[in-house]
């Protein structure tokens, strides 16, 4: 496609007509400028088209969530209350698979993971594009909002955690 429109522009770029009278005559840009649009709007279309069909979906977030080793869902009202969140953006964890890198790494049930590697999570769909490029990574860092543990009173905080390379 892209090949079509350097041609357009090759050709109307080199391309002089002589006239009877033996001048060259110009060439008008209208309809190059109009094709180069046309062709823009169709990469653009064919772009977005293609990114939607590659939508993660929670199912297939939750898949990657277990291969890391933790069961994910929604943030729902009670972890949303219970950590004081203004908004119940983020993962919660319902479940850590005992040893899985989420474990060894001290991901905790029922804290909120908020960020993977430096990339915001905001819902399932986040979560599930972060942790698939994740999993192809050796070292991540997974930064979590965590209920607090029972007599400290602070009550929530925010955690990092390092996951290594899970060696045999």
Known sequence: MFSLLLYAIR?????????????????????TICLISAL??????????????????????SRFGEEFGIVVGAVDEAIQ???HLERPQGVAVFEVIGNSRADYAGIKVRS?????NKQEIRNM???GRAIKKALKECNVTVGTYEPADPGDPVGWGVNFHFVGCKRD
């Open 125 to 127: 769909a986040d979560f």
């Open 11 to 31: 050709y109307q770029l080199f391309s002089r007509r002589d006239t009877n009278d033996g001048r060259l005559k110009r060439t008008t840009w209208g309809w």
């Open 112 to 116: 909120v993971i908020k960020e993977i």
């Open 81 to 83: 209350k219970e950590l």
């Open 40 to 61: 823009l709007a169709v990469a653009t279309a064919v772009a977005q088209a293609e990114a939607q069909s590659g939508e993660m979906t929670e199912e297939e977030a």
